[in-house]
């Protein structure tokens, strides 16, 4: 209906209860959405901002990201220090073999100390395949133990170090 034909009957006495204009200001929103009159918001950052709770939901996100972070940056199994020492293990395969090199980093300020380091290799299983002990004296230059096993699927390497006494345990994974 056209307004011409609405005033024609509106003068005739017809009351119109029903006003368009009216109708379309308080229009819901997702009505707005599907008419294309409202945009819909874009961008996680947004959404979640906008969204009920969602300021709560991104800090949760960021203090999670923060928290692997920084356990990915800090977390070393396979570096500590004993007595002193700060040491380091690593194991690698090659060929038929496994490799493993205990490092006792270079300490002038330390004085000669006994150690000893109980190499432990660990198959797929969790399972101990080999053990061996290695002992040598530290006298203030960098000290290396190395070891080898077969190679028996070997996944870890666990190393229990004692140092003048105090004892720590470091773990490496094969690198293969």
Same mark, same amino acid.
């Given at each position: 209906?056209?307004?011409?034909?609405?005033?024609? %009957?509106?003068?005739? &006495?017809?009351?119109?209860?029903?006003?368009? @204009? @009216?109708?379309?200001?308080?229009? +819901?929103?997702?009505?707005? %959405?599907? =008419? #294309?009159?409202?945009?819909?918001?874009? #961008?996680?950052?947004?959404? %979640?901002?906008?969204? +009920?709770?969602?300021?709560?939901?991104?800090?949760?996100?960021?203090?999670?990201?923060?928290?692997?972070?920084?356990?990915?940056?800090?977390?070393? +199994? =396979?570096?500590?220090?004993?007595? &002193?020492? @700060?040491?380091?293990?690593?194991?690698?395969?090659?060929?038929?073999?496994? $490799?493993?090199?205990?490092?006792?980093?270079?300490?002038?300020?330390? &004085? =000669?100390?006994?150690?000893?380091?109980?190499?432990?290799?660990?198959?797929?299983?969790?399972?101990?395949?080999?053990?061996?002990?290695?002992? #040598?004296? $530290?006298? #203030?230059?960098?000290?290396?133990?190395?070891?080898?096993?077969?190679?028996?699927?070997?996944?870890?390497?666990?190393?229990?170090?004692?140092?003048?006494?105090?004892?720590?345990?470091?773990?490496?994974?094969?690198?293969?």
């Amino acid at each position: 209906m056209d307004d011409d034909a609405r005033k024609k %009957l509106e003068e005739q &006495g017809v009351v119109f209860y029903y006003n368009r @204009e @009216e109708r379309l200001k308080r229009m +819901p929103e997702n009505a707005k %959405l599907y =008419n #294309g009159e409202l945009k819909r918001k874009t #961008g996680f950052v947004r959404v %979640l901002l906008d969204a +009920p709770g969602g300021k709560q939901m991104l800090f949760v996100i960021i203090v999670i990201i923060g928290v692997i972070v920084s356990l990915a940056v800090f977390n070393r +199994p =396979n570096e500590n220090t004993v007595g &002193g020492l @700060e040491t380091s293990v690593k194991a690698f395969a090659f060929e038929d073999k496994i $490799y493993v090199n205990v490092k006792f980093d270079k300490n002038e300020k330390a &004085g =000669n100390a006994a150690v000893s380091a109980e190499v432990s290799a660990i198959n797929g299983e969790n399972a101990v395949a080999d053990t061996k002990t290695l002992t #040598g004296e $530290y006298t #203030g230059e960098e000290l290396m133990l190395r070891t080898t096993f077969s190679d028996f699927e070997i996944k870890q390497v666990s190393v229990k170090t004692i140092v003048n006494g105090e004892s720590k345990t470091l773990s490496a994974s094969v690198e293969r």
